[in-house]
């Protein structure tokens, strides 16, 4: 059957991404987003191809929701405040978004017809792990942020069997992304660190030996395409660590890759940061039962994006920019 996917929050920065790797697929892609950081330069690109589709609004907003549903076999749930700062800022929008606002959609979801709908979830989740365990999907969570708190919130309420819904509802816990996108996200730590790099040569780099997974960009699309694709006997009801091993490293271990790049650099180590999570991930489940292995490493993320910055690809590259980080957000449409 054509897969009619709607991404819901797809103009971000993972969105966009995933667009590009369902149009290749021949699939059809509607996006709903609010824009929330004027970020519409970053479908721009699609809005000519017949098999896209662009509409602005807000997730909660059923007048939309209802009609582009008629037309929709699947949903990827990627809309919301993403990462902990944004969430800290705003916190009574955060709960209103990230909570209030998705659980009612996946309720208004159901008895629609569809096929699967994935809520993209954070390894966050984890929060702070003791040495160096690795934490599989049944490792007790500890969401330290408003924002984890609600992705596990969320995971409950879609997963909870009491509440039955007609479609196959999978959770996918992300690692921390990278990678070049048309919507560069320079809040994330590798992102953050080349860019600061690149431009300043110098950077503080707080709580220094945590770990963390990370997974690019273009691997998460396609497992965002692995899972459509996936029998819903496989996926059904499933928490999935969404990552690699080889992709984890400390904030240190990170530096010294993009020092290879650019070895004269000033670093400053500051031991008690503000972030105190420390998580490894085990990621055998979604290796074993959707043959995921990441194909981007972060060594290649890194020289990816410092290609772009020294080509001086990016019309901006502020990492005080909105377009450019979840920073700041105009709550008039809400
Ligand atoms: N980026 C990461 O490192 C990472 C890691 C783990 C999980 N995730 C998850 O992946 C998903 C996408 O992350 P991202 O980095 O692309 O985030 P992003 O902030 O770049 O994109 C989120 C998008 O959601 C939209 N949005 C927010 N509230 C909305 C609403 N009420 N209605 C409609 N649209 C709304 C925003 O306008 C934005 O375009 C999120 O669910 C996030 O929690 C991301």
Known sequence: MEKSVLLIGGAGYIGPVITEDLLKSKAKVTCLDLLLYENKKSIEKFLT????RFIH??????????????????????????????????????????????MGLIDHL??????????????????????????DENYPLNPLSLYA?????????????????????????????FGLAPRMRFDLTVNEFVLELATSGHIDVYDPDTWRPYCHVKDFARLINLVLSAPNNVVSHQIFNAGDEKNTCTKRDLIKMIQVYIPNIEVNYISSGGDPRNYQVNFSKVRESLG????????????????EIKNKNFTIYDKTSNFHGNYTIKFNNL
Do not use: H, M, W
Request: overall charge negative; hydrophobic content about 40%.
């Open 49 to 52: 191809d017949e098999n896209y």
């Open 57 to 102: 609004g807000d997730l909660s907003d059923l007048s939309l929701i209802d009609p582009i549903l008629k037309s929709i076999t699947d949903v990827v749930i990627l809309a919301g405040l993403v990462g902990d700062p944004i969430t800290k800022k705003y916190p009574k929008e955060s709960k209103l978004i990230n909570e209030v606002k998705i």
């Open 110 to 135: 159901n008895n629609q017809g569809l096929n699967k709908v994935i809520f993209v979830s954070t390894c966050s989740n984890y929060g702070l792990i003791p040495g160096n365990t690795l934490a």
């Open 149 to 177: 708190k609600s992705k596990v919130a969320v995971e409950e309420y879609i997963l909870n069997s009491r509440t039955q819904k007609d479609y196959c509802p999978i959770v996918l816990r992300f690692a921390t992304a």
């Open 292 to 307: 995921f292995i990441a194909e981007n490493s972060i060594e290649k993320g890194i020289a990816e994006i410092l290609g």
